[in-house]
Each structure stands twice: as C-alpha cells, then as structure tokens.
C-alpha cells in the first residue's frame, strides 16, 4: 500500500541523506532505464529526489507524497513525458492510483547487449573531474550502471564510490599516476565482481535458473570435455544457485561471498583433471580465478562416438527434462566451438517437443515423425556452426574472413538465395558477437532463429 511505499523511501531517506540518497537514484534509474540519455535520467532523478526532500521532511503533510507521486506518475504518461520512454509504459498508464504507479515502477529496459563504457585516460579523467565534479560524477554515474545494469545493485554501488574516490584523491595528489596504479590494483577485485556479475545476471534474466543451469552446464561440457555428466552438472546447478540467490539480494556481500564459495567449488573438482582448471585456481585471489575460468576459450575437439540418444519413454518419463539435458550436454562436449545461442535455442527447442510429443496420444509415434528429419538436419548444422566459431577462435579476424569467404565461394549443395558479400557480413557478425564466451544472449538469441528442430531456418548467420 502507499503507507508501506513512503515509508520505504522516506526510511532511506532520512539514513542516506540527500546525496547519498541522490546518488543510489541516479545508479538504480540508470540500470532500470539503461537505454535512456543522460538527460532523461536527469529529469527522472531530479523528480524523484524533490518528492523525498519535500514529503520526507519532519512535519510534511501526510497526504504530500501519494499527491507527489501522483503528480509524476501523470507527468510519466504524459505525450511530452521527459523521463525514459519505455515500451511498457502505455499499459500502465491505462491503469489508475496505486497500480498505476506500481506498474510504472517495475518497468525496466532490457540490458544492452556489450557495455558502452569506457574509461578514459587519467589524464582525460582527472581534466573532466576539474572541470566540472558534479557533473563528471553524475555523468559516470549513469554510463558506470547502465553498461553494468544486471549487476547486482550492492555491487554497482560499491564499485562506482570506489571509483570516484579514486578520482576525487588521485587528481589532487602531487603523484597522481602512482596513486592511480595503486588505487586501481586495490578496485581490481571489485572490478572483475561488476564484470563477471553483470555477465552472470545477464544470462540469470534472459534465460531463468532451468535454463542458465543449463548454459553453465554446456560451458563446463566445452571446456573440460573429458569430465562427465555426474560431475558438472552439481558445479552447472550451484552457479544457477549463486545467480537466484544474489542478482536481486540488497546484501552487500551475497555476490561475492556465493561466487567465491562456487569458485572454490570448481576448483577444488577440476583442478586435477584439466591443466587449463589447475592454472586459472592456483591464484589467491579467488575472483581472479573465477574469471580466468570464464574467459577460457573451449577445449579443441576429442574423439568421442556419436552420443546415445535418449528413448522416447525416457524422453516422456518423470525425469525426460534430465535425459534431453544429459543428450545436449553430450552435444556441447563433442562440439566445443558450438556457441551458447545455439545451444540454448537447442534447449528450448527440446522442451518444446517434449511437450508437444509428450502429451500426443501416441507420443511413440510422435517421436518417430520427427526423428528422421532432426537426425538428418540436426548434425550436419551443428557441425557448420562448430566449424566457423572454431576458425574464429583459432585464426585472427582478417585471416577468418578470408577462409569464410573462400568456403562461401564454394558451390553448396544448397545453393543461398543471399548474394556472397551479405552471406559473409552476416556470418562473420554472428562470430564476431555470439563466438565469445561473454556473448550477450538476448543479442545472439535474436541471431539465432526459431523452430522446434532447429535446424534449417534456425540460424540465418550461419
């Protein structure tokens, strides 16, 4: 109710102060709006830190802030609204009062695909810093948590002071590049966590915990090919585990406790079969593990017989979830240039025809008018793909294109309706975005098409 929603800020409020409670609003709006400008964040934030500093104070009249927040839910629907468009928000704004307002609060754009920030040169940054400090820390403020909008909001905040108190003591100092080198190897930590959580909520929004259980699963598969089934797949469900537990938490530590713990984890049942494990877990400095351990690229391809498929009676058993899991991450082992998008599609795609067979009146037969067209579409895709991530992770991207266009130019047993030069644009985009072991997956999910087998319109970049 609105009692429960005023106290909520007011209580942060009055313990923040001002500033900080200013602060906290420009990182939360820039990571909920993280495709509005800078002004429009601006607009948004001034409202929402009036309405606080006005009905918060002692002594406001009880009904100021349900007629403040009123008074900018109307301003929101507005066709000259100056906050942060949003697709959504017309639904809302059908809505009166209280829902209205809620509805408008939970929007929220989808992450951008890579992070637009950069961070400039101490000298550039300590220039900006003299010249204007509020408007340099407001600035970096919005870009910092709209690049890193998934994670978690204790993080981003932590990782943003950080910075700017390096900024504020390091321009002044009669050293600064000393101070600077020293200020950055202390954040270093905090560095990778804001890296590698924004990448782990990323995939924890865009595909739940089934199915990013699922991803971190595939990942394992393809790095470490000679671990088995039983193995990952606990490692696969505990980093799903980190992801619900901490990319909404408040707590300030939850993330990097949950993720250092999970790291150890890893490490501690990996190191002795795989070199490449045992390298990236010597370090003392558990993050920087965890992130050597996702920045290792795939394992070259071993010898393994074609992968025993699972029957249809598995397939439609209590546990069929858990035998097309096991049959996909067969898959990811054999194939470990196979890039995320596929494979996730690959995961849907396998719910949907359990689903569909399963509760068919003759699921046997449902099965078995499927098979024959998956079996004979399914590989020789799955092949095509694993070969061009594989020529991209193994030569440099000049040389890439060059083979690609060369393979292009070769007659197909399909001859593409595309001409050569935009068959060549879109497959080397495709390697170039999606290939990466950080590939954004709303980005390569939108590159990779649909359909329940997969195969033949599945991914027009390959």
């Known amino acids: 109710g609105k009692a429960y929603v005023r106290e909520k800020v007011c209580q942060e409020y009055k313990i923040l102060g ?55 839910s109307e301003k929101s629907c507005g066709a000259d609204s100056p906050f942060p468009a949003h697709p959504g928000a017309a639904r809302c704004c059908g809505q009166q009062g209280l829902e209205r ?34 408007e340099f820390a407001d600035r970096f403020l919005y870009e910092y948590a709209s690049s890193y909008s998934q994670a978690p909001l204790p993080v981003l905040l932590a990782s943003t002071t950080t910075f700017l108190s390096m900024v504020s003591t390091c321009c002044i100092s009669p050293i600064p590049t000393a101070c600077f080198l020293k200020e950055k190897l202390e954040r270093k930590t905090l ?42 797949l606990p490692l696969a469900e505990d980093a799903a585990e980190v992801a619900s537990q901490c990319c909404d938490s408040m707590a300030e530590d939850c993330m990097q406790k949950k ?54 009676k ?9 035998h ?13 240039s196979l890039p995320e998008a596929v494979l996730a599609k690959l995961y849907d795609s396998s719910g949907k025809l359990r689903g569909e067979c399963c509760s068919s009146k003759d699921p046997s037969a449902c099965w078995d008018s499927k098979h024959q067209r998956i079996a004979a579409e399914l590989f020789p895709f799955l092949a095509k793909a694993d070969q061009l991530c594989g020529m991209y992770h193994k030569l440099p991207f000049l040389e890439f294109k ?34 990466l072991p950080d590939a954004p997956p709303l980005l390569c999910a939108s590159k990779v098409g649909p359909g329940p087998s997969c195969p033949r319109g599945a991914a027009p970049a390959l």
């Open 191 to 232: 560095s990778l966590l804001t890296l590698t959580s924004n990448r782990i909520c990323s995939r924890f929004s865009a595909y739940g915990k089934d199915k990013a259980s699922f991803s971190s699963l595939a990942s394992l598969a393809q790095k470490i090919p000679t671990a088995s089934f039983k193995e990952l």
């Open 101 to 134: 307002k809620l509805c408008l609060a939970a929007l929220r754009h989808p992450p951008q695909p890579l992070p637009r920030f950069l961070q400039p040169s101490d000298r550039e940054l300590c220039h900006a810093f003299r010249l204007e400090p509020r």
């Open 18 to 72: 001002k500033e900080n409670f200013r602060t906290l609003t420009i990182i939360d709006t820039s990571r909920k709006y993280s495709n509005g400008t800078f002004q429009e964040i601006g607009h948004l934030v001034r409202e929402i830190v009036s309405l606080a500093e006005t009905c918060c104070a002692d002594g406001a009249d009880p009904s100021c802030y349900d007629v403040g927040s009123t008074a900018l």
């Open 324 to 336: 097309a899991t096991r049959f996909l991450f067969e898959l990811a082992r054999r194939h470990p």
């Open 314 to 322: 598995e397939l439609c058993a209590k546990e069929g979830a858990l």
């Open 259 to 312: 993720l250092l713990e999970h790291t150890a984890r890893v490490c501690s049942a990996l190191s002795a079969q795989d070199r490449r494990f045992a390298a990236c877990c010597q370090g003392k400095n558990l993050m920087e593990n965890h992130f050597c351990i996702l920045a290792m690229p795939p394992a070259p391809a071993t010898r393994l017989p074609q992968p025993p498929e699972p029957t249809n």
């Open 402 to 435: 060059k083979r690609l266009r060369d393979s292009l130019a070769q007659p197909q047993p399909e001859p593409s309706p595309a001409p050569l030069e935009q068959l060549l644009e879109q497959r080397a985009s495709f390697a170039s975005s999606c290939c």
